[in-house]
């Protein structure tokens, strides 16, 4: 029986897996069909594909939740949002004005979050959905309101992650070239950078909501990828829906425990991270002064704990605070945490995004983290890798900065080698992944060609309006965003070769 399966498999080989363009392999049946599969996309459950057959499934159910990231769920929704959503969802004015008012409180605690840890989120939202609950607004102008928090909160994202270059490149001794900085601010010029700074960020983020209009469909739609905050989202407006129907026992159950954890993280970030403790030049959080006043001797809290972040024992110096890195010398040398960094930071926002992201997804995330950290750092480290000096114009052998004493050589040959390894890691995978998916850009270009010869646009429903924003307005908001790039930095004392430049690149990309 063993001979006689393995000559009819031999026979009829099964079809191979095959990937597609898009990047998403696929299993081909003898019909010719492909049903595709996915690392990051989900299973549809059965019940869930039944709802959807039978067109009983709709918002906020349990099965939405269930097929989140499936693909069929998201065209579905899709398809019943073109057919109910003019009825479900009407603008209000009111309710923009009120969402931008928030996200404008808020825009300075974005700013904050974003230069700390460089990645830009807010609580506007959060308000915002509370406000509308205490209302009993709708599910559908809770999400305006908060649309527009979003939108007015992140007006300057592109302000957060630029700006703080040019004081990097002016002040700090790590980037200075053998003569000195590589820029110098005079009196006032930070403040007029920082105007065309923001002022340009804001016109370019218009822009980039019109490109996403295209990409939306692409990645929110037909080729669905993880958004982890979004589950997060749903789930609010699930309590305000709550609200609104009636359903005020499940709706304050909900509220009690995001009440009772934000508290928590409120109270945990204050201590953590707030200077409350002035010791002469020192401003400590509670956190750091308890890890700097218990110790006895060289041995101390502080060697485990700084900053907000549990790490590898580092030392401490003799007023008991962190080394925050271990050091290398030749005496140290057997040391293996002097070739590399281990610690996690305190951060609830990453541990919440983690959560959603699931293990999977958040250990794919962290590979190029774990692979610079394990294995290039410490490498570069005991070769004795030379990095580029700029100070000295020449390449130095990394153990040289430690011959008068304990170095943090790890961060040295992270700072220098790896990171430039790891920011080509990034632009090359994307540009391989976007590469994979050249049909999808394709029918993108397609799509962008049509707009520029003013042709109709499917998002246009008979009798009803506008589904979305209409792709003939991108070009217009090309040209509008490529003449006043020009006008903001000719304005702000650039060149006006160097502004037409910039203005060009920026809508290039």
Request: no cysteine; aromatic share 14%.
């Amino acid at each position: 029986m063993a001979d006689k399966s393995a000559k009819d498999a031999s026979k009829n080989p099964p079809e191979p897996v095959v990937l597609n363009p898009s990047g998403v392999s696929s299993d081909r049946s003898d019909s010719g069909s492909t049903v595709q599969r996915s690392a990051y996309r989900q299973p549809v459950t059965a019940k869930g594909l039944k709802a959807i057959e039978d067109g009983t499934l709709t918002w906020l159910d349990d099965e939405m939740y269930n097929n989140l990231n499936t693909g069929v769920l998201e065209q579905y929704l899709e398809e019943k949002n073109i057919d109910e959503s003019f009825e479900v969802s009407h603008w209000s004015p009111s309710k923009v004005m009120i969402g931008i008012a928030i996200g404008a409180v808020f825009s300075g605690v974005t700013a904050y979050i974003g230069l700390k840890l460089g990645l830009a989120i807010s609580a506007a939202w959060y308000i915002a959905y509370l406000l509308g609950m205490a209302l009993k607004w709708s599910p559908s102008e809770v999400n305006i309101a908060t649309s527009a928090t979003t939108g007015a909160t992140h007006a300057s994202t592109g302000f957060i992650f630029t700006f703080p270059a040019i004081f990097l490149l002016a002040s700090k001794a790590q980037y200075s070239l053998a003569d000195g900085p590589l820029i110098t601010l005079e009196d006032g010029e930070a403040f007029r950078l920082a105007f065309i700074a923001i002022v340009a960020s804001m016109f370019a983020g218009f822009l980039g909501v019109m490109y996403f209009i295209i990409f939306r469909r692409v990645w929110l739609v037909e080729d669905p990828l993880p958004l982890p905050g979004f589950e997060a989202t749903l789930k609010m407006l699930d309590i305000a829906s709550d609200v609104n129907t009636g359903a005020v026992e499940h709706a304050r159950d909900s509220l009690k425990t995001i009440g009772l954890w934000t508290g928590i993280t409120m109270i945990g970030m204050f201590l953590i991270e707030y200077p409350l403790i002035w010791l002469s030049d020192k401003k400590l959080s509670v956190m750091d002064w308890l890890a700097e006043t218990l110790h006895v001797g060289d041995i101390g809290l502080a060697s485990f704990y700084s900053a907000g972040k549990i790490h590898q024992p580092s030392g401490i110096y003799e007023d008991g605070s962190s080394k925050k890195y271990t050091q290398w010398s030749e005496e140290s040398a057997w040391n293996p945490f002097a070739y590399t960094y281990v610690g996690v930071a305190l951060t609830p926002s990453m541990f919440a995004i983690g959560w959603f992201m699931k293990t999977r997804v958040a250990f794919l995330v962290n590979l190029g983290t774990l692979v610079g950290w394990f294995f290039l750092v410490p490498l570069a480290v005991f070769s004795n890798f030379p990095v580029y000096d700029a100070t000295m114009q020449a390449n130095v052998p990394i153990q040289s900065y430690a011959s008068e004493g304990g170095q943090a050589l790890q961060m040295i040959a992270f700072s220098k080698t790896v990171r430039t390894i790891a920011i080509g890691s990034i632009v090359g995978g994307g540009m391989f992944g976007l590469a994979k998916m050249w049909r999808t850009f394709a029918n993108i270009f397609k799509d962008i060609g049509a707009a520029f010869r003013g042709e109709g646009s499917q998002e246009y429903m008979e009798g009803k309006g506008w589904y979305e924003w209409p792709l003939m307005h991108i070009p217009i908001f090309m040209g509008l965003t490529f003449l006043s790039m020009i006008l903001i930095f000719w304005v702000g004392g650039f060149p006006i070769a160097a502004a037409v430049i910039f203005a060009t690149v920026l809508i290039m990309t």
